[in-house]
């Protein structure tokens, strides 16, 4: 490919130095001031400007950024946002050093822009057209970028036209009862697997064990459910996948597979690629279903690159156009469209894209035919799998059961997460963020704001035209709900004015939790239990109380008069408005049940405690600043209303997960996964890992650092990572703590050639940030829960995971009401070791995989140390011992593992 010389310089930093190349000279290493100088006065190719900004410690920087340029040219294309990603995403030389790194950016600059006039450049169509609107927004490629591209000789269609119209089908008939046969799906199971790879005897027996749940229940209310322990790597998603892909096949049917995190909702799409090989049957047979707010908003895009954008986020809006014209599926979050693009614009305009806030207008919106999350909806209802998340699962399975057609046969994977899914989604949070955004959804755009957002008026305009009855109930639900927090209401309540009774209320909560609460200075959340509450607040319950009462009754009546409306059936009520009608009904519906909640959660205030909930006051906060303050209320056991809406009304459930059982056994499993609560036997089935842990890991648990000693937790830090020259894992249970240890560790060990990255500081998402981190064996990554959960990295790059200390849970209200229902200290015990062994989990993704997990903490308790799995060595020593076993097992390991990089185990997860 030939290479255009560019005229710009390009910059490189990192924690470990600054570079500075232009196209003619050599590259030179500079002082931050220099830099930031030159940044300033000339612009600058740079890979990722906000982290460029955070190693120069100069958030303001901007220049030619050439991730920017990669959005443009490739849209709905992967890269590592790092400059060997880039390379191998160009298909070009990567850099040998960081020092190299800086003119690669300029031969990688020059590739992307002689793309362009690549007559097999793929996505070529909308260029032009998108070129030069980003010219008049002033887009710093848009010159270089306008000039290559030559004038098509046909206007291209506006994106909104040429994206495909999604098709209603008839509604699905039921599927066929019937029962499948264990042989067959065993040689479905071994036709999934392939013919380079054997089904082992674990994975077959899981498949064996898995197939009985999907024949029909024996009684309504009495689900066949299985729980399924399946140790890492006995390849448990083939191990179900194949009888679950057997049933909906003959029956007709659809199986939902629910997932916790995001990274395992990606892999089983991939997966999912052995039951459907050919794209196009793909396509039709397996979804990814997100929630609403995932999705591009078509009519929010609509009105960004109209004008309702200004500035960098309208540069945002025309690249996220692009890539709605390539993009698989919509869904912005985890999907195609590359995690680190909205955090490049400092989620400028990002989250305003999507339908966060559920105004929807359906078939009133001119783009709904053609609407990614409508799309997304249909295709499920046809699916033979979906691929979903445990909470829209719980959420979509309440709202269908009222339908009467529930979500039949589901298989919840990472099932130890069920009670922590089912614990948010059931949970009832009267705050005001979450009371103005209902004052939103009903009364719309107060003031001038961004997006078109639209109340309940403008959204029922025609129905209110039509029936009197409902116009009035519209008008009533507006007054109402002006008696919910206002913009503004955050200062208002902080200086004891507040407005209007929602407000009073808040005022009142906040009052107390200061009173209450020990750690004012502290600068994170505070919390105190709702018991024994003062006056003030109790008398401010009461007007709250009623103005919520005021506000459910007109929405009450406008549901009604919908309903009678869908069943008069007027001549001007077409499939559009119907399912606008529809769309309203169910926003009705979810604001009725939140309201509701509310109102229960005030009349308790000053009364008994319900034993089934634990209700707290919170004021949020970070680094000192007040976010956001309610009242909350937990079910003490939330997998009560789990079993009652999602798990008695299925034929089929199928609960699993590499650490189901814990270490309190079957029973454990079955309290955590809502079994205990149904009136049916639950069959077990327990498979352990294939992986030889006991000579493939071993856990050292240092012995000699002072608890508190911040520079000696972050010598620890930076002394075992260097002795496993990178590839290490650290995990936190605090921010604060992980921010301070990065910041003392990063310039040494990457002067060392030892990138380290963090959550938490480093300005990009997580996923990005893991696959940085999986992309480059000598990168570490600290990170807390998120990544002690969810992280996949087999292979090479991971072969190090180091926590600070024991994971105890945070003496919270909710935790502190649970552990004295829970058997106390046992209950603590109980976490802890679900901790340990997720975290540990990290260590070995397969078989080849061999690693070290260094526990900081002498006072780690030998009961819990059953947490890890039988057999691993597990040896107390002072760091330095440490320090040299790592070094010494690493490195040798290290030799064995390079071999294995690439090779994937077929059937294995
Ligand atoms: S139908 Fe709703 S979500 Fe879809 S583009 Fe229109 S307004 Fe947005």
Redesign the pocket.
Known sequence: MTETPLPFPALHATHGGIWIASGDGPVREVQRGEAIARAAETPMVLLNAPMIGARLGYGEISGLDLLELFAFVHPARFAVPTPRGLARALDLEPPASDAEAAPFLIRAAAALLDRLADPLWLEREGAWTAAQSLFRLRWPWAASVAERIPRPREAERWLFSKLPEWDDAAPRPEPRPIRLDEEECLERLAALVGSGAEPREGQRAYAGAVAPVFAPRPAEGRPNMLLAQAGTGIGKTLGYLAPASLWAERAGGTVWISTYTKALQRQLDREAERVFPHPVMRREKVVVRKGRENYL????LEDALQGGFQNRAAILAQLVARWAAYTRDGDMVGGDLPGWLPTLFRRAGATALT?RRGE???AG?P??RR?F??RSVRAAEGAELVIANHALVMLLAERRRAEGRPLDRIVFDEGHHLFDAADSTFAAILSGQEAIELRRWIIGPESRSRGRRRGLSARLSDVASYDDEGALAIEAAIEAARALPADGWLGRVAEDAPSGPIEALLAAVRATVFARASAQDAGYGLETEAAELEGALIEAAAPAAAALESLVRPLARLRQRLEALLEDGPDWLDGQARARVDGALSGLANRSRTLAAWIALLARLGGPADPDFVDWLAVDRVEGRELDIGLHRRWLDPTRPLAETVLQPAQGLVVTSATLKGAGGWDHAEARSGAIHLDAPVRRFEAPSPFDYRTRSEVLIVTDLKRGDLPALAGAYGRLIEAAGGGALGLFTAIQRLKAVHARIADRLARGGLPLHAQHVDPIDTGTLVDIFRDDPRASLLGTDALRDGVDVPGDSLRLVIMEGVPWPRPTVLHAARRAAGGGSAFDDGIVRARLAQAFGRLIRRAEDSGLFVLLSAAMPSRLLDAFPDGVPIRRVPLDEAVKMVAARLSSDTQFRHQDIGQETPGIR
Do not use: S, T
């Not at 908003?297 to 929010?300: S, V």
């Open positions: 908003c078509l009519l929010n339908d929807c207008v359906y919106c783009h709904y609407c999350i409508e």
